[in-house]
C-alpha cells in the first residue's frame, strides 16, 4: 500500500472558518497521507458562532467539478457532506453513480454545530432514498439518525436499532456516532450486515467540537482510499479525531476548531 496516492474527491461546503467542511476535509485527508481534491457545494459565511450566509454552488458547476477530479485525477474513494437541497442530492447521487467502483463515504450533514440547518427539510427523503443506497459507509450522529429513521435514539441501543434501520434502507455499513448519547463514556458503532465493532473512549468536555463529523468521515476515506479495510479505517479516524479534540487550539469564542494537524506535533 502506498499511502501517498490515496485519493480523496470531497463533495461538500466550504467553512470560512476552517473548522468543519471543505477545509476540516482538505487537512484531515492530507495529514492522514492522502491527496485531497473537491468539488465545492456551498459556500458559508461562518465562524465558531454560527452560519451566518449560505450562497450555494450552481449544479453544473458542482457537477464540472467531480467530473474534472474524475476524468483526470480520479478518486480511491469519495466523500460527501453538504448537500443543501433536493437538487444538489439528486446531482451528486448521479456523480457517485458515474463512479460505482469507488467507495462512497457519506455524512448526512443536516445542521452546524451552532444549530442552523444545513439540509432543507424537504431534501430529507431524497438523502432517505438517494444518498444512503448509495454509501458504502454512513456516518450520522443521534440527531441525524433520527431524522433519517423516524426513531428515537438517547442510548446506544437506539444507536443500533437506528443502525438496523439504515442498513435495511441500503447502506453497505453505518458509524453510528454516540458523541451526543449521554453519559461519562463516547461510544461509536460500526454496523455492517455481517456484524459490529464498538469503539469507546472517554468523553473530552470542550467546546472545541467544531467540525467533529466532518472530519471522522474524511478520515475513514482517507483510509479506505488507502486500502485499509472498514474497522481499520474507522479505528484510525476515530483515534485522529480524539486527539485533534483533546489538541484543540482554543480559537473562537464558540464552538471551536480542533487541532488537524496535531500528527505534526505528536500526542501529548
Known amino acids: 500500500m502506498n499511502e501517498a496516492k490515496g485519493r480523496v474527491l470531497i463533495i461538500a461546503g466550504s467553512d470560512s472558518g476552517g473548522g468543519a467542511g471543505i477545509q476540516a476535509d482538505i487537512k484531515t485527508v492530507t495529514m492522514l497521507g492522502g491527496y485531497a481534491a473537491t468539488a465545492i457545494t456551498a459556500i458559508t459565511v461562518q465562524n465558531t458562532l454560527g452560519v451566518t450566509g449560505v450562497h450555494p454552488v450552481p449544479l453544473e458547476i458542482v457537477e464540472g467539478q467531480a467530473r474534472a477530479v474524475l476524468d483526470d485525477i480520479g478518486a480511491d474513494a469519495i466523500k460527501t457532506g453538504m448537500l443543501g437541497d433536493i437538487a444538489m442530492v439528486e446531482t451528486v447521487a448521479r456523480i457517485l453513480d458515474s463512479?460505482?467502483?469507488?467507495?462512497?463515504?457519506?455524512?448526512?450533514?443536516?445542521?452546524?454545530?451552532?444549530?442552523?440547518?444545513?439540509?432543507?427539510?424537504?431534501?430529507?427523503?431524497?438523502?432517505?432514498?438517494?444518498?444512503?443506497?448509495?454509501?458504502g459507509l454512513l456516518t450520522p450522529n443521534a440527531p441525524e439518525a433520527e431524522v433519517l429513521t423516524g426513531l428515537p435514539v438517547l442510548t446506544t441501543d437506539d444507536l443500533r436499532r437506528a443502525g438496523d434501520a439504515l442498513l435495511k434502507l441500503g447502506?453497505?455499513?453505518?458509524?453510528?456516532?454516540?458523541?451526543?448519547?449521554?453519559?461519562?463514556?463516547?461510544?461509536?458503532?460500526?454496523?455492517?450486515?455481517?456484524?459490529?465493532?464498538?469503539?469507546?473512549?472517554?468523553?473530552?468536555?470542550?467546546?472545541?467540537?467544531?467540525?467533529?463529523?466532518?472530519?471522522?468521515?474524511?478520515?475513514?476515506?482517507a483510509g479506505l482510499a488507502q486500502g485499509l479495510s472498514l474497522p481499520e479505517a474507522v479505528a484510525r479516524a476515530w483515534a485522529y479525531v480524539h486527539e485533534a479534540m483533546r489538541q484543540a487550539p482554543g480559537f473562537g469564542a464558540g464552538h471551536g476548531p480542533m487541532d488537524h494537524g496535531w500528527p505534526l506535533r505528536g500526542a501529548r
Open 99 to 135: 463512479a460505482r467502483s469507488t467507495p462512497a463515504v457519506v455524512d448526512p450533514v443536516m445542521v452546524a454545530k451552532g444549530g442552523s440547518n444545513l439540509l432543507a427539510v424537504s431534501a430529507v427523503e431524497a438523502v432517505r432514498s438517494l444518498m444512503i443506497p448509495r454509501a
Open 171 to 221: 447502506a453497505k455499513a453505518v458509524l453510528m456516532k454516540g458523541g451526543h448519547v449521554e453519559g461519562q463514556t463516547v461510544v461509536d458503532v460500526l454496523m455492517t450486515p455481517d456484524g459490529e465493532t464498538t469503539f469507546e473512549g472517554e468523553r473530552i468536555h470542550t467546546r472545541h467540537t467544531h467540525g467533529t463529523g466532518c472530519t471522522l468521515a474524511s478520515a475513514c476515506a
